[in-house]
C-alpha cells in the first residue's frame, strides 16, 4: 500500500552528528536533490574547529541545516522540523533547538551506555521519557546498514561508514525528493571505488526502501517547488560565489587576477577555488605568512594585475599596515574578510560581524578605505566584481566583508546574464599628463582625474612614465616625497574625500516600506539581510508596519542614507558583533538608533528579531 | 641581442634601443644620504653597471623595504616602490611573478631583511623568485639612529644596550645557504669593481640572488669593516673566492682554506700543507656543505679570515618560471568559458 503524502509549505531538517559522521555530505547532497526539485532554499553548516575532535563529544558534533520551501525564503530557518542525531552527542547538542512536537531521527545503535555517560546522559534518553514531548523514532541506523551491506566486499568498518547515506535515503524519501543527482554524484565520487561505490548506492536505496515499508512512518510529506523566476539555477555557496565574482572581474576588466593568500578559515576555500582557475589568468600564491598574501598581492598590483588577497579577521590584523601601505600609494587591492567570531583566535568557524570597525579605522594615520559587505550567498558573486570595480576605478584598496554565514551558506542562484556584468575595461597611463613651467612634458603620478580623484596607473614597461613611490607622504600631483605640512593636510584630505566621492558611484539605499508609512526602520549591514528581512515578514504577517533598509556599502555609506534615516521616528539595528555598525551611524548622522546584538557565532532567528521589531514598534 | 643571452635571468626583458649612460639611471632627486655613508658608493656602482645589462629602463623595478638603503629607489631613474619595513621581498614576489618581462631588484638593509623581514626574506630564496636581493650590511640600525641590528656583534653598547647586546648575531650568508638560495654572495661598498663582478653575476642568475654588501655608517657604526678596506691588512683578512681556483689568500697568497682531518675547514699555510691540499672553490656544487664551511670562517665578531665573492650559484628551476609553466599548461587545452565555469555540473531550469 502506498502511503499518503502530505503537503508541506516548509521544513527545517538538521543533520547531526559526529565530525567523522559525513554529515555536511549529508545535508549537502540533500540541498542539492532540494535545489534540482525546484524549492527555494538556505542552509546552515555548523561544525567544530578541530578537524577530528575526539568520537562522540560534544566538541566533535558537526551540523548541517536547511530550510526548503514551496516560497521564497531567507534565512537557513530558526527551529529545526526533523532533527536527525547520529549520536547522544549530537542529540544532546541539538535538542533545545528542537521545538516540542517536532521530529527525532535518533540512530539507536550509537546509544550505548559508554556513549551515553561520554556526553554527561545517565539515563537513555530514548527510553527514559525525556523526549516524550518530541516525535521520536529511533532506527538502528548503523545495523541496519550493515545489514543491507552483507554480502559487500567490504570491510565492517567501510560499511558502517555508509549509515549517512542510509540515513539520507531515508530522509529523501521522507520528503519524496529526486535521487537521481546523488546516485550521479556518488558515481562520480567513487567511480575508481567500485566496490565503496557499490556500497554506498546500496546503503542509500535501502534508507530509501525502509522509509516505504517501515511502520514508523505513516506518511512522507511533499514540499511543492517554489515559485521562482525563469531560468537557469544552481546552488552556491557565498565562498564559491565570491570566488567566480573574482574570475569575473578579471575577465571583465581584462586584467590577470592574482590572489595573494595565507590560509585560514573560513577565507581558504576560495584560495582553493582560485587556484582551480589558472586557465582564466587567475594566478594564486600561498604565501609565507597573511603579510606577504597582501604584500605580493600589492606588487602584483604595482605590475598592472587585479589583485587579492584574502583572510578573516585576525589576518586583517596583521595586513593592516600593507593596507596602509596601499591606500598611500593609492592603488587597486581588494582586501576580502570572511569575518569569524574573535577577537584573536576566537571562534574560527563560527560566524560573527565584528571587524566592521577593525575595517574602517584599523591602520596608522587617517587611511579611509571602501567597505563592501554582500547581503547572501548568492551576493557574494556581485559583491566580488563591485569590489574590483572601486578599488580599480578610484586606485583605492578595498573591503569586501563577507562572513561564515555567507561563506559556507547555501542557496539557489539564478545565474546571470554575463553581458549584462558591470564593464570594468581599465586604462592604464600611456604618456605624460603634466606640463611643467618651462614647457617640458613629464609625468605625474599623483596628478588626479578631477571627477574620481583617482590617480593614473601607470605601470612598469611603460617608457617615459619611469616613476618612484612609497608609504612617505607625497607632493600633490608629483608624487615626490614632501614633508610639507599644508600639502600633508592637503593629500590627506583629499584622500578621503576621494573614497567619500564613491557614494556617488554607488547604488542609493534601498527601502522596503510596503505601506510606506511604517514609524519603526530596521537598518542592518552585511549577512543579516536574510534574517532581518524574515524577522520583518513576520511582523507584516501579524499586522505591524516595519521598514528594512540594507547596507552593502558601508563605506561610503549611499548619498541618500541620512535622508532615509531621518524619514522614521526609530531606528533599529541588529548586529552580530556589540554595535559597530549603529556607532558609525550614530556618529555620522546623530541618529538615535537603536542597537541589537547577538554574538553566539551563529545568524539571527527571525523569530527573535521580529520580537525585537515588535517591541520597538509598540514603544514608538 | 647579446645581452639577452649573457643574462638568462633577464631573457624576457626587452633590451634597451640604444647604448645607455649610467647618467640615464640617475634620477632628478637630491640623494640624501649622510656624509661619507657606504649607500653613496654602492649607488655609484649600481647607476654605473645599469647599462652593462642592457634593458629597457622602463622594465626595470626597484623595492626596498625601509632604512637608510631603503631609499635606494628614490635615486634610480626606473619605476621604484619604497615599502614598508621588510616586506620588499614579499612585494617584489608578487610583481616579479605577475611580470615576465621586468627584472626586479630589492635593496635591504641589515635590519630590514634580518630582522623584521627575515620571514619574507629565507621564503623568497627557497622559492628561487627572479630576484636580485641587495643586503647593504653595515650592522647597525642607522634611520632610527643607532641602535644594535641582528648583524652587530654581541656586546655592542648602543642607546638600547647600554650594558652591551645580549644576541647572537646572523651570518647573512650562512642563513642564505640555509635557506636554500641558489645564489649567495658577498661584496663591499669600497671596492667597486669587486661589487660590479658580484652585480653582474647576480643579474647573470635565473633565480634569487642574495648578496651581502658590507657597507660603512660613518655615524652609527664606523669602521667596523675597517679591516677589510685598509692596504695593507686587507689582503691578509680576505678571502677572495674565484671559481673554479684554489682558495688562497695573503699578499703573497701564502694562505690557503684546506680541509682538516677531522673535516672542518681550516686555514693554512700553502709552504707546510702544499698546493695540492688547498680546496678548490666550486660555487657550482650542489652540495651547500663547502659553501656554508666557508661561510663561517668569518662571522661579526671576526672578520680577520672573511671570504669574499660568490659563495653558491646553482641553477634551480625559478618560482616565476614554475608558476607561468603551470598557467600555460592549463590554458593549453582552449579557451575559457566563464558561464561554464560559473554554472558548474548541477543546474535546473526553471521555465
Ligand atoms: S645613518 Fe649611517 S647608514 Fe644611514 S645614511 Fe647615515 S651614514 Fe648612511
Redesign the interface.
Known amino acids: 500500500m502506498t502511503k499518503q503524502v502530505v503537503p508541506l509549505d516548509r521544513v527545517i531538517i538538521r543533520f547531526a552528528g559526529d565530525s567523522g559522521d559525513g554529515m555536511q555530505l549529508t545535508g549537502d547532497r540533500f540541498t ?1 536533490e532540494t ?2 526539485f ?1 524549492n527555494d532554499l538556505s542552509t546552515l553548516p555548523n561544525f567544530p574547529a578541530e578537524i577530528r575532535a575526539p568520537a562522540g563529544t560534544l566538541a566533535g558534533v558537526s551540523s548541517f541545516q536547511l530550510h526548503f520551501a514551496s516560497r521564497d525564503i531567507m534565512t537557513p530557518g530558526d527551529a529545526p522540523n526533523v532533527l536527525v542525531a547520529m549520536n547522544p552527542a549530537a542529540l544532546k547538542a541539538n535538542i533545545d533547538d528542537v521545538p516540542r512536537g517536532g521530529s527525532i531521527i535518533v540512530n539507536t545503535d550509537e546509544f550505548s551506555k559508554r556513549a551515553l555517560q561520554k556526553v554527561g546522559y545517565e539515563s537513555n534518553p530514548i527510553e527514559d521519557g525525556s523526549l516524550e514531548s518530541f516525535r521520536v523514532h529511533p532506527i538502528a541506523l548503523t545495523s541496519m546498514t550493515v545489514e543491507a551491506l552483507k554480502g559487500f566486499d567490504i570491510s565492517k568498518k567501510d560499511a558502517e561508514r555508509s549509515k549517512n547515506m542510509f540515513a539520507l535515503g531515508l530522509l529523501c524519501w521522507l520528503y519524496n525528493r529526486p535521487t537521481e ?1 546523488t546516485v550521479e554524484f556518488l558515481t562520480q565520487k567513487f567511480g575508481k571505488k567500485p566496490d565503496i561505490l557499490a556500497a554506498n548506492l546500496a546503503a542509500f536505496k535501502a534508507g530509501h526502501a525502509f522509509g516505504e515499508t517501515t511502520e514508523d512512518f505513516a506518511v512522507s510529506y511533499e514540499v511543492k ?1 517554489a515559485p ?9 555557496t557565498g565562498n564559491t560565489a565570491l570566488s ?1 565574482g573574482l ?2 572581474a578579471g ?1 571583465r576588466s581584462g586584467l ?1 587576477v ?1 590572489l ?1 593568500a595565507y590560509p585560514i578559515t573560513p577565507a581558504s576555500d576560495i584560495l582553493h577555488e582560485l587556484s582551480k ?5 587567475v ?1 594564486t ?1 600561498q ?3 597573511e ?2 598574501g597582501i ?11 587585479l ?1 587579492v588577497t584574502t583572510t578573516s579577521g585576525p589576518g586583517i590584523a596583521l595586513k593592516s ?2 593596507i ?2 596601499a591606500v598611500s ?1 593609492e592603488l587597486p587591492l581588494v582586501i576580502i574578510d570572511i569575518q569569524r567570531g574573535g577577537p584573536s583566535t576566537g571562534l574560527p568557524t563560527k560566524t560573527e560581524q565584528s571587524d566592521l570597525l577593525q575595517a574602517m579605522f584599523g591602520r596608522n594615520g587617517e587611511a579611509p578605505v571602501p567597505v563592501i559587505a554582500p547581503n547572501s550567498p548568492v551576493d557574494c558573486f556581485a559583491a566580488a566584481i563591485e569590489a574590483c570595480r572601486i578599488a580599480t576605478k578610484y586606485r583605492t584598496p578595498v573591503f569586501l566583508l563577507s562572513d561564515g554565514y555567507l561563506a559556507n551558506g547555501s542557496e539557489p542562484w539564478k ?2 546574464n ?1 553581458d549584462e556584468l558591470v564593464d570594468m575595461k581599465i586604462e592604464f597611463a600611456t604618456g605624460p599628463n603634466h606640463t611643467l613651467a618651462d614647457g617640458t612634458e613629464v609625468f605625474w603620478p599623483f596628478k588626479r582625474d578631477p571627477q574620481t580623484l583617482a590617480r593614473p596607473w601607470a605601470i ?13 607622504e607625497k607632493a600633490d600631483g608629483s608624487g ?2 614632501s614633508y610639507d605640512p599644508a600639502n600633508h593636510d592637503f593629500m590627506v584630505r583629499t584622500r578621503q574625500a576621494k573614497v567619500d566621492g564613491i557614494a556617488n558611484d554607488i547604488d542609493p539605499l534601498f527601502v522596503d516600506d510596503p505601506t510606506g508609512d511604517a514609524d519603526v526602520l530596521v537598518l542592518g549591514w552585511g549577512s543579516t539581510y536574510g534574517p532581518i528581512g524574515a524577522g520583518c515578514r513576520r511582523v507584516r504577517e501579524a499586522g505591524m508596519k516595519v521598514a528594512q533598509a540594507h547596507f552593502r556599502h558601508v563605506n561610503p555609506f549611499p548619498a541618500n542614507t541620512e535622508e532615509v534615516l531621518k524619514r522614521y521616528k526609530k531606528v533599529v539595528v541588529p548586529e552580530m558583533n556589540l554595535g559597530q555598525l549603529v556607532m558609525l551611524v550614530r556618529s555620522k548622522y546623530l541618529v538615535d538608533a537603536i542597537s541589537y546584538n547577538q554574538v553566539r557565532g551563529l545568524p539571527f532567528k527571525a523569530e527573535e528579531l521580529a520580537g525585537v521589531i515588535e517591541d520597538v514598534i509598540k514603544s514608538v | 641581442m647579446s645581452d639577452t643571452i649573457k643574462f638568462p635571468s633577464l631573457a624576457l626583458v ?1 633590451s634597451a634601443d640604444e647604448p645607455q649612460s649610467a647618467k640615464e639611471f640617475k ?1 632628478d ?1 637630491e640623494v640624501r644620504w649622510c656624509p661619507g655613508c657606504g649607500d653613496y658608493a654602492i649607488l655609484a656602482a649600481v647607476q654605473g653597471f645599469m647599462p652593462e645589462l642592457g634593458l ?9 623595504g625601509i632604512g637608510c638603503s631603503s631609499r635606494f ?2 635615486y ?9 619595513h621588510g ?1 620588499a621581498p ?10 615576465k ?2 627584472s626586479v631588484w630589492v635593496v635591504t638593509g641589515d635590519g630590514d631583511a634580518l630582522s623584521i623581514g627575515g ?2 626574506l629565507i ?1 623568497a630564496m627557497r622559492r628561487n623568485v627572479n630576484l636580485k636581493i641587495l643586503l647593504f650590511n653595515n650592522r647597525i640600525y642607522g634611520l632610527t639612529k643607532g641602535q644594535y641590528s641582528p648583524t652587530s656583534e654581541q656586546g655592542k653598547i648602543t642607546k638600547s644596550t647600554p650594558m652591551g647586546s645580549l644576541d647572537y648575531p646572523f651570518n647573512p650568508v650562512s642563513l642564505a645557504l640555509g635557506a636554500e638560495a641558489t645564489f649567495v654572495a658577498r661584496t663591499m661598498d669600497s671596492d667597486r669593481a669587486h661589487l660590479t663582478s658580484v652585480l653582474r653575476a647576480a643579474a647573470e642568475h635565473d633565480g634569487t640572488a642574495l648578496v651581502e654588501i658590507y657597507q660603512n655608517c660613518p655615524i652609527f657604526n664606523d669602521g667596523v669593516f675597517d679591516g677589510l678596506k685598509d692596504g695593507e691588512e686587507k689582503e691578509q683578512h680576505i678571502i677572495r673566492l674565484e671559481h673554479g681556483e684554489p682558495i688562497v689568500f695573503g699578499a703573497e697568497r701564502e694562505n690557503g682554506v684546506i680541509r682538516a682531518a677531522d673535516g672542518s675547514i681550516q686555514t693554512a699555510k700553502v709552504a707546510d700543507v702544499g698546493l695540492d691540499s688547498v680546496l678548490v672553490h666550486d660555487a657550482h656544487a650542489n652540495d651547500p656543505g663547502l659553501a656554508f664551511a666557508l661561510s663561517r670562517l668569518s662571522n661579526s665578531e671576526n672578520l680577520d679570515q672573511t671570504p669574499m665573492g660568490i659563495f653558491r650559484s646553482v641553477e634551480r628551476p625559478t618560482y616565476d618560471t614554475l ?1 607561468r609553466d ?2 600555460a ?3 593549453s ?1 582552449g579557451a ?1 568559458d ?2 561554464a ?4 555540473n ?6
Open positions: 542539492s535545489a534540482s525546484g543527482g517547488p521562482m523566476d525563469a531560468g537557469t539555477y544552481r546552488n552556491i567566480y574570475v569575473a575577465q590577470p592574482f595573494g582557475h589558472k586557465k582564466f589568468g594566478v600564491m604565501a609565507e605568512d603579510i606577504a604584500g605580493a598581492a600589492l606588487g602584483a598590483s604595482f605590475g598592472g594585475a589583485a599596515e600593507t596602509g601601505l600609494m545565474l546571470p554575463l612598469p614597461g611603460t617608457a617615459g612614465l619611469e616613476h618612484r613611490i612609497g608609504g612617505i615626490n616625497i | 626587452p634620477s632627486q629597457k629602463r622602463e622594465n626595470i623595478v626597484w623595492v626596498s629607489p628614490y634610480m631613474n626606473t619605476y621604484g616602490l619604497h615599502t614598508i616586506r614579499a612585494i617584489a614576489t608578487g610583481l616579479s611573478t605577475t611580470r618581462d621586468l620571514n619574507h621564503h608558476l603551470q598557467v599548461q592549463a590554458q587545452s575559457p566563464l558561464a565555469l560559473i554554472a558548474g548541477d543546474t535546473w531550469t526553471i521555465s
